[in-house]
């Protein structure tokens, strides 16, 4: 399985940006992708997660109703929409797989695959 994210930068305070995250390999359907993020010295965040074989939604409720998890119908390409962004979003964001939909919104280490990040600086 290879993640490849994209679409990181800087933005200011209130700003919008949206990742994108290109799947390659076998996923397992059942599976659940999802973002998480990483303060340099900090533990990981898990922050929304999506069942790519039904579209049920997960968030964290630190950006539950300013971010917005999807997939394209082909399940390849993931996004994460970001609005209203915040100073304290600023991090490094990771497309992820895993087989705790729920939890890993919670727990940022229940994930099996990991790409290698694309870097959100909001000021």
């Known amino acids: 399985v290879q993640l490849v994210e994209s679409g990181g930068g800087s933005v200011q305070a209130g700003g919008s940006l949206t990742l994108s995250c290109v799947a390659s390999?076998?996923?397992?359907?059942?599976?659940?992708m999802g973002w998480v993020r990483q303060i340099a010295g900090e533990g990981r965040e898990g922050i929304a997660t999506i069942y790519s074989g039904g579209g049920s939604t997960w968030y964290h409720g630190s950006v539950k109703g300013r971010f917005t998890i999807s997939q394209d119908s082909a399940k390849t390409t993931l996004y994460l929409r970001m609005n209203s962004l915040k100073l304290e979003d600023t991090a490094m964001y990771r497309c992820?797989?895993?087989?705790?939909?729920?939890?890993?919104?919670?727990?940022?280490?229940?994930?099996?695959?990991w790409g290698q990040g694309t870097q959100v600086t909001v000021s």
């Open positions: 992820a797989i895993t087989r705790f939909c729920s939890t890993a919104t919670i727990d940022g280490d229940l994930y099996d695959y």
């Open positions: 390999g076998y996923i397992d359907k059942r599976n659940c």
